[in-house]
Nanobody
Framework: QVQLVESGGGLVQAGDSLRLSCAAS????????MGWFRQAPGKERAFVAS????????YYADSVKGRFTISRDNAKNTVYLQMNSLKPEDTAVYYC????????????????WGQGTQVTVSS
């Protein structure tokens, strides 16, 4: 069993940056592929970024490429999402996700979810 806790969300202006953190407990994070998803009001949960257990393979949604960076520190059992040049359309609840095997790229195949952290970007 893995427990995931996100932090770092908040209210920012367009063009600002935020760094989200996802702290894991219960199991060693290095055993899992990790990802970030987001859900805007009235929309389905959507893929943002994911990384293999060692950071060797990383994927991004087209909408965040060049602006967001996913990284992980397995020694600290933490995954990060650095978000730069934020836009109002990035406003959503951001969720951390962990999978024992497959890369987290679809919300329908996730082993563990965090509780989410709100990111609001004003124009």
């Amino acid at each position: 069993q893995v427990q995931l806790v996100e932090s770092g969300g908040g209210l920012v202006q367009a063009g600002d940056s935020l760094r989200l953190s996802c702290a894991a407990s219960g199991r060693t994070l290095g055993m899992y592929a990790m990802g970030w998803f987001r859900q805007a009001p009235g929309k389905e949960r959507a893929f943002v970024a994911s990384t293999t257990w060692d950071g060797g393979n990383i994927y991004y949604a087209d909408s965040v490429k060049g602006r967001f960076t996913i990284s992980r520190d397995n020694a600290k059992n933490t995954v990060y999402l650095q978000m730069n040049s934020l836009k109002p359309e990035d406003t959503a609840v951001y969720y951390c996700a962990a999978n024992r095997r497959r890369m987290p790229t679809t919300p329908r195949q996730i082993d563990y979810w965090g509780q989410g952290t709100q990111v609001t970007v004003s124009s």
